[in-house]
């Protein structure tokens, strides 16, 4: 992670690239919507492709010389397809957010009625918030967690659908720490005649690698980020019943898109091929190993978790009772380097911007090799932390713990 070309023709953006690579070697990495690709995903996303347009889809170009770029595009639709079992797959998105509108514009009108969960009960921005495009642009119904229990409440989404006869259920999430019953959704969604969109951002790698089940069977569309668990270049794909393909495609291209980013889909191809082999499942079952065991050992600290656990990659806690508020608690834990987020609880008091609560999980510290015996000292460093805010001597302390054990754990793709 040298990059002797930058460092000669921009020193400043150089100094920036080798200080994150440091934070990123001498830190522990919580969000759990972020993780480290390997070295053959950055060298894919890192490549001449960048260079090529390539309008429309393999066979059907807008612009000459794709004979290369159709071979490699075909590839990440076809692994695609094998991992998760697909009927037809479309790599060319962006990143989720588009690919959830490319969904809605290809198989809605504006106006209809929506359902998804509320952003503040662990939905994302594109499951209906009312100041975002989905919220302004479709009528959503928003559904929500038990208040006693966490978890979603699925009487309440029946309840709901037979109210409001909406035209497509919303069943996926960016803050919710618990499996998902998709069985139970697309029940629903048949009995009152709604087609059903799963988003599995946040779990795709965990489904890839068997550990969680998959909606693919089930649902009429199914959202992918491919970074996150799934381990891939930032970006997205849609994965969808063979008879709604022709309109998922042309939402997507022309619809909502130009030119796909042909490096980005090369990174797909690789982290599908990565993802197809057999250490990968190791790989899933680890992250969710990790991810309960800190859930265990955060809750022995005191932490209150929401739905009192995790069945993912994905901790929520709520730390209203250590009187440590959501936003004082990133900006404390940055300081010993650790990273996760600040988040809102189902039904938060507090502000969104100054939350009650942390969101947290394990897909980066288990690619960098970490396991159940480095969840109890990530605990313990969070437990002393955020018992020391005010404490700079201690939090320098504990910086230098986390320093000393982060480097015995390499990154892929760093090497400074």
Same mark, same amino acid.
């Given at each position: 992670?040298?990059?002797?070309?930058?460092?000669? +023709?921009?020193?400043?953006?150089?100094?920036?690239?080798?200080? +994150?690579?440091?934070?990123?070697?001498?830190?522990?990495?919580?969000?759990?919507?972020?993780?480290?690709?390997?070295? !053959?995903?950055? +060298?894919?996303?890192?490549?001449?492709?960048?260079?090529?347009?390539?309008?429309?889809? %393999?066979?059907?170009?807008?612009?000459?010389?794709?004979?290369?770029?159709?071979?490699?595009?075909?590839?990440?639709?076809?692994? #695609?397809?094998?991992?998760?079992? !697909?009927?037809?797959?479309?790599?060319?998105?962006?990143?989720?957010?588009?690919?959830?509108?490319?969904?809605?514009?290809?198989?809605? @009108?504006?106006?209809?009625?929506?359902?998804?969960?509320?952003?503040?009960?662990?939905?994302?921005?594109?499951?209906?918030?009312?100041?975002?495009?989905?919220?302004?642009?479709?009528?959503?119904?928003?559904?929500?967690?038990?208040?006693?229990?966490?978890? &979603?409440?699925? @009487?309440?989404?029946?309840?709901? =659908?037979?109210?409001?006869?909406?035209?497509?259920?919303?069943?996926?999430?960016?803050?919710?720490?618990?499996?998902?019953?998709?069985?139970?959704?697309?029940?629903?969604?048949?009995?009152?005649?709604?087609?059903?969109?799963?988003?599995?951002?946040?779990?795709?790698?965990?489904? =890839?690698?068997? /550990? &969680?089940?998959?909606?693919? %069977?089930?649902?009429?569309?199914?959202?992918?980020?491919?970074?996150?668990?799934?381990?891939? %270049?930032?970006?997205?794909?849609?994965?969808?019943?063979? @008879?709604?393909?022709?309109?998922?495609?042309?939402?997507?291209?022309?619809?909502?898109?130009?030119?796909?980013?042909?490096? !980005?889909? #090369?990174?797909?191809?690789?982290?599908?091929?990565?993802?197809?082999?057999?250490?990968?499942?190791?790989?899933?079952?680890?992250?969710? *190993?990790?991810?309960?065991?800190?859930?265990?050992?955060?809750?022995?600290?005191?932490?209150?978790?929401?739905?009192?656990?995790?069945?993912?990659?994905?901790?929520?806690?709520?730390?209203?009772?250590?009187? /440590?508020?959501?936003?004082? #608690?990133?900006?404390?834990?940055?300081?010993?380097?650790?990273?996760?987020?600040?988040?809102?609880?189902?039904?938060?008091?507090?502000?969104?911007?100054?939350?009650?609560?942390?969101?947290?999980?394990?897909? #980066?510290?288990?690619?960098?090799?970490?396991? +159940?015996?480095?969840? /109890?000292?990530?605990?313990?460093?969070?437990?002393?932390?955020?018992?020391?805010?005010?404490? @700079?001597?201690?939090?320098?302390?504990?910086? *230098?713990?986390?320093?000393?054990?982060?480097?015995?754990?390499?990154?892929?793709?760093?090497?400074?």
């Amino acid at each position: 992670m040298m990059y002797p070309t930058i460092e000669k +023709e921009d020193p400043s953006l150089h100094q920036s690239m080798i200080a +994150e690579g440091k934070r990123q070697m001498e830190g522990v990495e919580l969000i759990p919507s972020e993780n480290y690709v390997s070295q !053959a995903v950055l +060298e894919a996303c890192g490549s001449i492709l960048t260079n090529k347009y390539s309008e429309g889809y %393999p066979g059907k170009r807008y612009y000459g010389g794709q004979e290369n770029i159709d071979v490699i595009e075909n590839l990440a639709i076809e692994r #695609a397809k094998k991992l998760f079992g !697909a009927e037809h797959v479309n790599v060319q998105p962006y990143s989720g957010s588009p690919a959830n509108t490319a969904i809605y514009f290809a198989l809605l @009108e504006f106006g209809d009625t929506v359902m998804g969960l509320k952003l503040d009960h662990g939905g994302h921005i594109t499951h209906g918030l009312p100041i975002g495009f989905s919220g302004k642009a479709y009528n959503f119904v928003q559904y929500g967690v038990n208040p006693e229990t966490g978890y &979603l409440d699925m @009487e309440e989404v029946r309840r709901l =659908a037979q109210e409001h006869k909406p035209k497509m259920i919303v069943a996926g999430f960016t803050a919710y720490p618990r499996d998902i019953d998709w069985k139970a959704f697309k029940e629903i969604a048949d009995e009152v005649g709604a087609l059903t969109m799963a988003d599995i951002s946040h779990t795709a790698g965990l489904i =890839a690698g068997g /550990v &969680l089940d998959s909606p693919v %069977p089930f649902f009429d569309v199914v959202m992918s980020t491919t970074h996150k668990t799934l381990r891939g %270049p930032r970006g997205a794909m849609i994965m969808c019943k063979t @008879e709604h393909a022709k309109k998922i495609d042309r939402a997507v291209f022309p619809g909502l898109q130009g030119g796909p980013h042909e490096h !980005a889909i #090369a990174g797909k191809a690789v982290a599908f091929k990565e993802a197809l082999q057999p250490e990968f499942k190791n790989y899933a079952s680890q992250i969710k *190993k990790n991810a309960v065991h800190l859930a265990e050992e955060l809750k022995r600290r005191d932490f209150k978790l929401v739905s009192d656990g995790t069945d993912t990659h994905l901790i929520l806690a709520d730390l209203s009772n250590k009187e /440590v508020p959501g936003k004082v #608690a990133q900006n404390t834990l940055d300081k010993i380097g650790i990273t996760l987020n600040m988040n809102t609880v189902p039904d938060d008091p507090r502000s969104p911007f100054d939350p009650s609560g942390i969101r947290l999980g394990t897909p #980066a510290v288990t690619t960098r090799g970490m396991k +159940e015996d480095q969840m /109890v000292q990530i605990a313990d460093w969070m437990d002393r932390a955020l018992s020391n805010v005010d404490n @700079e001597t201690e939090l320098a302390a504990i910086k *230098k713990e986390v320093e000393e054990i982060c480097l015995t754990f390499p990154v892929p793709g760093i090497k400074l």
